[in-house]
Nanobody, 128 residues
Framework: QVQVVESGGGLVEAGGSLRLSCAAS????????WGWFRQAPGKDREFVAT????????YYLDSVKGRFTISRNNAKNTVYLQINSLKPEDTAVYYC?????????????????????WGQGIQVTVSS
């Protein structure tokens, strides 16, 4: 069982920045791939970013490339999402998720189906 808790969300003006954190329990954190997803009001949840267990491979939604950066600190069992140049369309509930079924997997996945442990989500609101 993996407990996942997001933090760092809030209300920010367009052009601002936030750093979301995702803290997880368990000894095997460093062997999992991790992903961030988001769900805007009235829309389906969508992939945002992912990072492989090694940290050497990342992948992003096209619309966030250059603005969002995913990273991980295995010593702290934490994954981060640095969000810069925020836009009103980035307003959403952001979710962190773990892919625990493919430990030490060198690739990454943008499919929700590959992630089996999810946090409760955290609100990010960007005002114009």
């Amino acid at each position: 069982q993996v407990q996942v808790v997001e933090s760092g969300g809030g209300l920010v003006e367009a052009g601002g920045s936030l750093r979301l954190s995702c803290a997880a329990s368990g000894r095997s954190f460093s062997t999992y791939g991790w992903g961030w997803f988001r769900q805007a009001p009235g829309k389906d949840r969508e992939f945002v970013a992912t990072i492989a267990w090694s940290g050497r491979t990342t992948y992003y939604l096209d619309s966030v490339k250059g603005r969002f950066t995913i990273s991980r600190n295995n010593a702290k069992n934490t994954v981060y999402l640095q969000i810069n140049s925020l836009k009103p369309e980035d307003t959403a509930v952001y979710y962190c998720a773990a892919d625990t079924s493919r430990q030490l997997y060198s690739g990454v996945s943008y499919s929700e189906r590959d992630y089996d442990y999810w946090g409760q989500g955290i609100q990010v609101t960007v005002s114009s």
